[in-house]
């Protein structure tokens, strides 16, 4: 018997779960996985494997691209934070070169009638910071039901990773992107756990991404 012959026998005595941790572990490591992992000859262990594979399709692919849509959110967020801090620095400069006390709760620009330049930039800063805070909230929440729906989806990979590292990382800079803005605009007690609906947005999203692969499972 060839040393080959006896890898391949022993590449399939093992498990659809140790073949699919050996491959994980060999792509997060940066090499190629051993073709054998992907062989199997038992049918009933062939279709097991295949919905691994699946799940980290739809880990990696559905759960992935929500990923990156938070991430563009965030960073439009960004630029709209800094569109607030645009009009509170013009109103702080009016203040000061027109000597006014400037107003710590300005009132409503629509409903206030006639007020002072200042006023009313805070005014509009001010609506625009509750609009902020109520995006940067719900956009926290959705990325709290991603990564919760990945250690869902990670417990049947015996503990494994089945998340790529820069999907990871990009998950962690989101997050760190929102919470500095909840810190700059007073909204870190909004931060919280994911809100059921999110949960459930996310994991309807795997359902239905699993529903169209059932057919080659």
């Not at 498990?15 to 060999?26: D, E, N």
């Not at 805070?122 to 990564?147: C, F, M, N, P, Y």
């Not at 990871?168 to 929102?178: C, I, N, Q, S, V």
């Amino acid at each position: 018997m060839t040393m080959q012959t006896r890898l391949q026998k022993v590449t399939q005595s093992l498990s659809p779960l140790q073949r699919i941790v050996l491959i994980l572990r060999a792509q997060r490591e940066g090499r190629e996985p051993d073709p054998e992992l992907y062989r199997d000859s038992n049918p009933q262990q062939g279709k097991a494997f295949n919905r691994y594979v699946a799940l980290i399709y739809v880990i990696n692919r559905e759960l992935g691209g929500l990923c990156h849509t938070l991430s563009g959110w965030s960073q439009f967020l960004e630029s709209n934070a800094e569109q607030i801090r645009l009009l509170e620095r013009a109103a702080a400069q009016l203040e000061e070169a027109e000597g006014i006390e400037p107003v710590t709760r300005p009132r409503d620009w629509r409903t206030a009638g006639e007020m002072q330049v200042p006023e009313f930039l805070r005014s509009v800063a001010a609506e625009l910071r509750r609009d902020l805070l109520k995006s940067v909230t719900q956009r926290w929440s959705e990325a709290g039901a991603i990564e919760e729906t990945w250690q869902e989806l990670a417990d049947e990979f015996g503990g494994e990773e089945p998340v790529t590292p820069e999907l990871r990382a990009l998950a962690a800079e989101t997050k760190g992107r929102l919470q500095a803005l909840a810190q700059e605009f007073g909204g870190k007690r909004r931060l919280g756990p994911p809100a059921d609906v999110a949960l459930a947005e996310t994991r309807r999203v795997v359902d239905d991404a699993f529903e169209k692969l059932r057919p080659l499972l």
